[in-house]
């Protein structure tokens, strides 16, 4: 691991947390459902499937290069927050909505495979 790996994935973290948390701010939660979280799992995940095939970076070797330690690992892993959709679901259950808690995150992890899958589809030219 290079000191200059290190610096890359963390500025890239920054630059990633930076936008999460401005998207969190300008899109409001409507009907107890956190909006944000969902545009920004959805779209990070379609990022990293389309920018991984653009760029030919598979699931073992995505560190290293400035390509991948900066903006996948670091900006796309900054920028997603995983965490955050479970701990809303975890809410929303307590809250008494346990059918609203299983389609929210049953709903974004089908449509978050499904628009990796179709980022990296577009990156090969298909769709």
Do not use: C
């Amino acid at each position: 691991m290079l000191l200059s790996d290190v610096a890359l994935v963390a500025l890239g973290g920054g630059v990633g947390s930076l936008l999460r948390w401005g998207v969190g701010k300008l899109v409001p939660g409507s009907g107890g459902i956190p909006w944000s979280t969902i545009i920004i799992n959805i779209t990070g995940a379609f990022a990293i499937g389309y920018l991984s095939v653009l760029f030919s970076v598979e699931w073992h070797d995505r560190y290293g290069s400035f390509l991948k330690s900066a903006i996948l690992t670091g900006v796309l892993g900054g920028y997603t927050t995983f965490s955050t959709m479970e701990l809303d679901t975890v809410k929303m259950f307590r809250a008494g909505n346990a059918v609203k808690a299983a389609f929210y995150i049953i709903g974004q992890l089908a449509l978050g495979v499904a628009v990796a899958g179709l980022g990296a589809e577009l990156a090969r030219g298909g769709a």
